[in-house]
């Protein structure tokens, strides 16, 4: 949250799910509905049994940007070669929400949020009706 924070964002505090498609899915539609624009989940992107997150992710987003992922893979790369085999999904929630999966170590998270904060104003701004810039 302090990364998001120090980026520019407005951010309520962390919510703690547990593993599992159903408990994000269930998560990510609460928030989704209570308004926020920009969704991050850190965790459960990987290959481990427990890892379900992007599958509940896919649940709730009405569609994918997977070039947000795809460049979050990219930028990994530059830490680990295990990058690679990050499953997290990037997307929109209709009304109007971007939810991003990034993984749990806290490089990932670090080198996820720089993506974020130079992708999420424009998407954000395009979701509410802003001009392409």
Do not use: K, Y
């Amino acid at each position: 949250m302090s990364l998001l924070r120090e980026a520019g964002f407005a951010c309520d505090d962390a919510v703690v799910v547990p593993d599992g498609a159903d408990s994000v899915e269930t998560a990510l539609r609460a928030l989704v509905a209570a308004g926020p624009g920009l969704i991050v989940t850190t965790g459960g992107t990987g290959i481990a049994p427990t890892d379900r997150t992007p599958e509940g992710t896919a649940r709730v987003l009405d569609r994918e940007i997977p070039g947000i992922a795809e460049e979050l893979r990219r930028r990994g790369l530059a830490d680990t070669p295990m990058a690679v085999i990050s499953r997290g999904l990037a997307g929109i929630a209709d009304p109007g929400a971007l939810i991003v999966n990034l993984p749990g170590s806290t490089r990932a998270v670090a080198s996820g949020i720089a993506v974020i904060a130079e992708l999420a104003p424009h998407v954000l701004d395009q979701l509410s009706g802003g001009d392409h810039a």
